[in-house]
């Protein structure tokens, strides 16, 4: 299977008493999927899925694929600490009925690239679903080698892609040319937003980034334009795009960025993290709302 386009990793709606709102995240992934995106990423780092406990994890996957049906692909992460864990997790979600999942590298325990081959491999080997490996460096510890990567892709068919969050041109544009040379299939797909049309540009597949959860048309927007030939449409959305990450450089998180700006476009969701994380003060809300509003962004869109 080959995935693409605009894959989005859910942000978890939370109530002010910290439980999961399912209305919300299902108002949520019902206007990402109108809007058109590709596929939905619950469990995802913006959706602090260290934050959950293993039955809402499942909870929140069931709500999306409930909400999706088979209108969107559905690849909920499924990162934990040991392999075990990683695939019993895995095994609920396929029974589920999901489209495929992410993992990212074990993140208290470093680990070297042999077990770290070890620990995907057997996921790859028992999971019999589409598997995206998630290259996370700042806050997993671990900066997967584009040789692994190399190596995974051409053992595993079911090795389906690569999202990476990691601001390095040099790493993604080697891992684009060397995984492509042995997988055309295979597809890798920038956790950054900024860096979603120099990834296409590269020859990437597309994005897996956090702002999607918001602004769903102006990626789409610009995906879509790349995707047609459409180059000066696709820089001007970009140079929209790129203007909307200041956000981050005000914000003290990715889910508390999203939630901020989610909840400024007057949408059911609410800007409330799990602690430790805490909601952004009103002086920050107050920078983001006027980012929005030089960029014309006011309010949501009904789903």
């Avoid at 992934?29 to 590709?38: C, R």
């Avoid at 700006?261 to 430790?276: E, F, I, N, Q, S």
Wanted: with cysteine; net charge neutral; aromatic share 8%.
């Amino acid at each position: 299977m080959r995935l693409y386009g605009i894959i989005v990793p859910l942000i978890t709606p939370f109530r002010g008493d910290y439980s999961v709102d399912i209305e919300a995240l299902k108002w949520l992934t019902g206007y990402l999927v109108s809007s058109g995106v590709h596929g939905l990423f619950p469990n995802s780092t913006t959706g602090e899925f260290v934050h959950l406990t293993r039955e809402e994890s499942v909870l929140v996957v069931k709500a999306v694929l409930e909400e999706a049906g088979d209108k969107a692909w559905i690849l909920p992460g499924i990162t934990a600490n040991s392999t075990e864990e990683c695939i019993k997790l895995g095994k609920v979600f396929v029974d589920m009925g999901v489209t495929g999942v992410v993992v990212a590298p074990p993140f208290f325990f470093k680990l070297a690239p042999k077990r770290l081959k070890e620990h995907f491999s057997k996921i790859a080997e028992t999971l019999d679903i589409p598997v995206v490996v998630y290259n996370l460096p700042a806050l997993t510890g671990v900066n997967i080698p584009v040789q692994l990567y190399v190596e995974l892709a051409a053992e595993y068919d079911n090795l389906a892609g690569a999202k990476v969050t990691y601001d390095s041109f040099t790493y993604t544009r080697t891992l684009i040319q060397e995984v492509k040379s042995v997988r055309r299939d295979f597809a890798v797909f920038t956790g950054l937003d900024d860096m979603l049309l120099p990834v296409l540009m590269m020859g990437g597949d597309g994005g897996i980034t956090a702002l999607a959860n918001a602004t769903p048309q102006l990626h789409l927007a610009m995906y879509n334009a790349w995707s047609r030939g459409d180059i000066e449409l696709a820089l001007d959305a970009w140079k929209k795009l790129l203007k909307l990450t200041k956000v981050y450089d005000y914000t003290s998180s990715y889910p508390t960025a999203v939630k901020t700006v989610l909840a400024a476009l007057g949408t059911p969701v609410k800007p409330h993290p799990r602690p430790p994380l805490a909601p952004e003060p009103p002086e920050i809300e107050a920078r983001v709302k006027r980012i929005l509003e030089e960029l014309g962004l006011r309010k949501a869109p009904s789903s």
